[in-house]
């Protein structure tokens, strides 16, 4: 019987032996890692195409000298690409029809110094404003009236682009005055600078632009409103606008946008 009882355990304690001897069960497979919470989307490689004038400095305009485009526009939206993983087509289109292009899907963006209205976003999205400016009179560097004496002056001519709001703030602020309205600024700004005009209402922005490409010949001669955002606008229920923004935000929060808009005059 001892030996019976002796026999059973040897056998346990070496069953016991082997399965501590056997192969180790296979860990489980670690989780994918979480993306991280400030990861921008990824665009692939996707080629966006990019309304701008090339009339509209200091945002975008083509330099005489080389032929070549540049502008706020060209780098914020290159950066913006960077950092999405797509490429860039710049497409000069007039600004008059502008809209309903967007509206119609002729474009993926538009970048241009728009300005964010109620109006227009019924028919485009817009992204997150980039800067907030005012509207100003330009005038030649001997012009001495204030906008109050231009308002009264019936002999004053103002001019300023067509279909924008600085027209649409034109004919507020000068109620009762005829504004000759032209295709783009740059036509504005030559019909000043010919005296064919004695003022162009236009936003700070690229007034102070006009300013640098004309030096000496030209003035801020007065502010007659403020508070416009400024935004790039998109065809609606565009999926590039929530990506769009996450750049912009992505920008803001390191110092990039602050930093191309100082470079370029958008802020100070």
Do not use: H
């Amino acid at each position: 019987m001892k030996k019976l009882v002796l026999l059973f355990s040897t056998l346990m304690i070496a069953s016991m032996l082997l399965a501590a001897c056997g192969t180790p069960a296979t860990p489980a497979p670690a989780a994918p890692a979480a993306p991280a919470a400030n990861a921008l989307p990824d665009l692939a490689g996707k080629t966006i195409t990019v309304a701008v004038e090339n009339a509209y400095p200091p945002f975008n305009s083509v330099d005489e000298a080389t032929s070549k485009a540049g502008g706020w526009d060209y780098d914020t939206v290159a950066e913006i690409c960077k950092r999405l993983n797509c490429k860039v087509e710049f497409k000069q289109a007039a600004w008059d029809g502008i809209f309903p292009a967007m509206q119609a899907g002729e474009y993926d963006m538009l970048a241009d110094g728009v300005t964010f209205t109620e109006e227009r976003a019924k028919i485009v999205d817009f992204s997150t404003p980039y800067v907030t400016v005012s509207q100003v009179l330009l005038v030649r560097a001997d012009e001495t009236r204030t906008p109050e004496q231009m308002k009264a002056d019936a002999a004053a001519k103002i001019g300023t682009q067509i279909g924008t709001t600085n027209e649409i703030a034109a004919k507020k602020y000068f109620e009762g005055k005829e504004i000759q309205s032209f295709e783009d600024f740059g036509a504005s700004v030559l019909a000043l600078l010919a005296k064919d005009i004695d003022a162009v209402v236009i936003d700070i922005i690229s007034a102070q632009g006009y300013m640098k490409d004309n030096a000496g010949k030209l003035i801020v001669g007065g502010e007659i409103a403020t508070g416009e955002q400024l935004a790039f606008a998109f065809p609606p229920k565009s999926e590039l606008t929530a990506s769009v923004n996450a750049a912009l935000a992505a920008m803001q929060a390191d110092g990039t946008l602050p930093a191309l808009n100082k470079k370029w005059g958008l802020s100070k």
